[in-house]
């Protein structure tokens, strides 16, 4: 194990998976470490839209998600107070997690970059010309100090790899929701593949969609006192399928659900001496269409250039003009998703949309269209 890197990635997920591939291929040494075994299951709706296939096609990976086998979505299916109104979803496709996140990992080593899971990282001391890393591989293993010019932070919403008291470290908002999520293997005809289906209910909402391996792939946003109440997960997610007239899945009852951390959080600041923060530790909100794979893909298409330019000396204006182009990608199209997510908590607001949508479909076609668009800064990548 060499001691000194150009980069260190840390988090083998979307964003830092396709980090690791492209400063990679430009010829950088990259180790990325990931404290999980992979393939493994995410909390997650496993949807990919039109920005997130531009992002990859601006890394050189166009076919990425052909290639494993994805579903191809044309619609996205919204229940409410046992009212449906379907949509048509621009360029989607559905791919579990496991083959997703892996394909990137296989990516990045036939690049050339170094992987080592089951290994945790923490953020150390500035030295000449870098950053110290602490590796910690997996239980008993002796712990290991190695440096690098730029450390890219991608370790997801409640990482550890830098002290909570940093600037730099993500604190969720006030009424934030718990995301959670299950797999369900069934033969229900209910949840047709090629389709997102959406219940909203009064205390959260739940997505369903069919992978490429056939399982039913739910993910959810509850209020945390939805959960208590209800008794439950399972039972959380069974109130707001049935307020939204949707079929209730056979083995719902019995699927083993994963919670998550506070879904909307942001950091205090994205870049430090030596790091970027990038993907899901730089902030969230709850994405409705497949907007969270994008966003992840476009900050990890992005910060290669940036990695090359910190190989020498290291600047403020690096840090402020990261944090522009995160702006640019990913946080001014989360607005959207944040405004949507706060209408759909209030009632009124709620039945005031959906009756819209119904009366005038191209109304949240519109905004279906809008949170799917490509950007520009993929498109001319």
């Known amino acids: 194990m060499q001691k000194s890197w150009d980069v260190i990635v840390i988090g083998a997920g979307v964003a830092g998976g396709l980090a690791a591939f492209d400063c990679a291929r430009r010829g950088l040494r990259v180790l990325l470490v990931e404290k999980r075994s992979f393939p493994r299951w995410k909390v997650c709706g496993c949807c990919f839209n039109a920005n997130a296939l531009a992002a990859l096609t601006a890394a050189g990976l166009p076919n990425l998600i052909r290639d494993q086998g994805a579903v191809p979505l044309d619609q996205l299916r919204l229940g409410w107070s046992g009212k449906s109104l379907n949509l048509a979803l621009p360029g989607g496709w559905a791919l579990s997690r496991e083959r997703f996140d892996q394909a990137l990992v296989n990516a990045a080593e036939a690049a050339g970059a170094i992987v080592r899971f089951q290994t945790s990282a923490v953020l150390e001391e500035m030295t000449t010309g870098g950053r110290m890393v602490r590796l910690r591989p997996s239980p008993g293993a002796p712990i290991e100090r190695i440096k690098a010019r730029v450390v890219l932070v991608a370790a997801g919403l409640q990482h550890q790899v830098i002290p909570p008291s940093h600037a730099a470290s993500s604190r969720s908002m006030p009424e934030s929701r718990l995301g959670a999520g299950c797999l369900i293997h069934d033969d229900d005809c209910s949840y047709e593949p090629g389709a997102i289906h959406m219940a909203i209910g009064q205390r959260g909402y739940v997505g369903l969609v069919r992978r490429e391996d056939g399982a039913l792939n739910m993910a959810a946003a509850f209020d945390s006192a939805a959960v208590k109440s209800s008794g439950g997960v399972a039972r959380a997610a069974e109130a707001v399928l049935t307020q939204a007239g949707f079929a209730l899945p056979r083995r719902l009852e019995s699927s083993r659900w994963q919670l998550t951390a506070a879904l909307t959080r942001r950091a205090g600041q994205f870049a430090g001496h030596r790091f970027f923060l990038l993907g899901d530790a730089t902030g969230y909100v709850e994405p409705f269409t497949g907007e969270g794979m994008a966003w992840a893909l476009a900050a990890g298409v992005a910060v290669a250039p940036f990695v090359e330019e910190a190989q020498g000396e290291w600047t403020t204006d690096l840090e402020r003009r990261w944090r522009s182009r ?56």
């Not at 199209?333 to 959906?354: D, E, Y």
């Not at 949508?357 to 950007?375: E, F, H, K, T």
């Open 326 to 381: 995160l702006v640019e990608l990913t946080i001014s199209r989360q607005r959207l998703c944040s405004v949507l997510s706060t209408l759909l908590r209030q009632p009124l607001a709620t039945k005031a949309l959906f009756s819209l949508g119904c009366q005038w479909p191209a109304v949240p076609q519109r905004m279906i269209s809008s949170l799917n668009r490509v950007s520009p800064l993929m498109a001319s990548s």
